[in-house]
């Protein structure tokens, strides 16, 4: 592989726009919290369905429900308007881009749920306010669901702000039920608390989406799959070293070496930057993942850490593809050697430098083979070892070859379209 410009498994990611992952994090954090008052939104419209039902019974029926003679009809409206509005909030929610409304709605939901429950609190008192004081204690319940439910908010203000709610709310209530003011302290006190729990509970959700950017920071740098790795076992990926069958891919740019002295070194890391791009995007795209590009050249890895039991299929589609546009992006042909085998993958390194990569005979063979390309004429070659693990393939059998600094021949095989 040509050594004139050297470059970093990470230099692909050099261009990327500091501003761009800032904005891709704000989306992760925005999704989560989404998520979190989309659950939110189906149990708010489930209760509101129960309670617009037996509203409209007690309205139908207010006799043998509450024993008296007739009930006003605004509590039943109230609760179908309500349960309307849960509805077109729930409906606002699912939308594809309903994340961008993210912040608006952690306002906008929390204060509909602080006037639901205020005409909760006055329409209940008309009714029943008078004979059942006792139903103040249920004042007391709603109002601390409305505190704690702002935990489930990323943004801390969503918190408070329903802790406020729910504080004004009961207040209003003890008011109206004339409730003693020692009870009623008492409850606020507890509404409180439970508020502040809520608050802890958001900072507990808000690290939550954190970890999440982070790993989708972190998957800029490093592929998916050892990022899912890390983040399931983290102490098993940096102590324990995993023993994988695997697909080695290894490409490389004929002629680099003489066509980027023609170019300016911008020209060069735009090109590389380019070529890269598309080859980890084409290895990602068929299971596998990129360990590093050595400039012009690449070792592609498919089996680990994470096993594939079709990698040698996987890696034969990929470099098929790859041979197949990659007119589209370099004027240069292109090498590819494919060999399966027994690998070792783990962190290499102490300290602050870590470096997760595949060692083992399996990835120099894989080399061998992408050299050889260039004598025998074709574009990529597979191994025995490879061609076992493919099914109903038709490949040419190119017979035995020998390896540089090996002794042992391999037989080769390569496409029928290639050569």
Known sequence: ?????????????????????????????????????????????????????????????????????????????????????????????????????????????????????????????HVLGEIQPAIVTNIAAFSCLLAVSGGIRIQRRASILTTTLALGNFAYGAALFRLDIAVSLFALFTILGTGLLGLLTAGIVRRQGKNEAGRLLIQQFLPETVVEAAFENPLQLLEEPIRCEVTIMVTDLRGFTRYSEKLDPLEVLSFLSQMQGFLSRTVEEHGGWVDKFMGDGMLAVFGAPRSLDNHAERAVAAGKAILKDIQQVSPLPIGIGLHSGIIVAGCLGVGGHLDFTVIGDTVNVASRLEAMTKEVGRSLLISEETHRHLKNLPLVHLGKMPLRGRDKQIEVFGLPSDG
């Not at 998520?35 to 939104?41: C, G, P």
């Not at 309670?51 to 043998?64: A, E, G, M, N, R």
């Not at 309500?82 to 699912?94: D, E, K, N, R, Y």
Request: proline content about 5%.
């Open 1 to 125: 592989m040509a050594e004139q410009t050297a470059y970093s498994p990470f230099a692909s990611q050099n261009s990327i726009d500091g501003d761009v992952i800032k904005v891709a994090v704000s989306r992760v954090l925005a999704q989560e919290s989404l998520k979190n008052e989309q659950k939110l939104a189906y149990v708010r419209v489930v209760v509101l369905i129960i309670s617009s039902i037996l509203d409209v019974l007690v309205f139908f029926f207010p006799q043998p429900l509450i024993g008296q003679d007739s009930v006003a009809p605004t509590i039943a409206l109230i609760s179908i308007v309500a349960c309307l509005i849960s509805l077109f909030f729930l409906v606002a929610l699912l939308r594809p881009q309903a994340w961008r409304w993210s912040n608006s709605l952690q306002t906008a939901i929390p204060i509909f749920d602080g006037v639901l429950l205020n005409l909760f609190i006055t329409n209940i008192w």
